[in-house]
């Protein structure tokens, strides 16, 4: 029944990507792939990929979102973890059935055309998971 | 300067071993490779690989480790990042030269023989960061 293909990545919620890039590329060695506004979700993201996976650095964009009462709240740190599985729907109508909590029953489309769907950290004990199903 | 391999590990902080494998292997459907005690970091693992990485589920195994304290404080959920390195030496130095804050100055080693150290979180923007040198 497993249709989880890997790691997408890990997201790191950070109060400004500049500054976490002094860390993360400069003295950790990751390197920056690209930097991007991702209006859907409200941040900007760096993307750092290694190997099959990416760690990803997410800024909040506004003061009134969630992420950035999250980061309010929480602080820096990870936030997110993603997996990319191969058939979405299929997956979130199976977590429907075995009674999981989701954050999102259908998944979302990305500026890129990638379907994402969140499943609430009630559901996994304590980590917020996103899936995305590749293009 | 990079000589970061991949993403070894996400490891997750657990209360329930058990109770959180209803999720992570019933429900989601990661498969357990194993499950076992390791002494040195005074918890019970459970060994979930994915792709190239791993899941792990930790849980303390006393109520007065480092461990415990920080899930009481904090509540389940992912504890640290763990990247494999080439040169874990050369890596520690290098991050010293630079001024990363690190809790373990040297690395240590565990009992399957692989060399560990890790980052401090107040050196990364707020993730506890392991470093791993594989066999």
């Known amino acids: 029944m497993t249709n989880i293909k890997k790691i997408s990545h890990i997201a790191i919620l950070v109060e400004d990507i500049e500054e976490s890039l ?80 989701l954050i999102n029953e259908e998944a979302s489309t990305l500026e890129d055309g990638r379907q994402i769907a969140f499943i609430h950290p009630k559901g996994t004990g304590g980590v917020l998971v996103e899936l995305v199903e590749g293009l």
């Open 22 to 101: 002094k860390f993360w590329r400069d003295a950790f060695g990751l390197e920056l792939d690209h930097l991007e506004e991702v209006p859907s979700q409200g941040a900007a993201v760096a993307f750092l990929p290694l190997g099959e996976s990416e760690v990803e650095l997410v800024q909040p964009l506004s003061e009134d979102s969630g992420l950035a009462k999250y980061l309010a709240k929480r602080g820096e740190g990870m936030h997110h973890l993603c997996f990319e599985v191969e058939d979405i729907e299929a997956k979130l109508e199976d977590l429907k059935k075995q009674g999981v909590r």
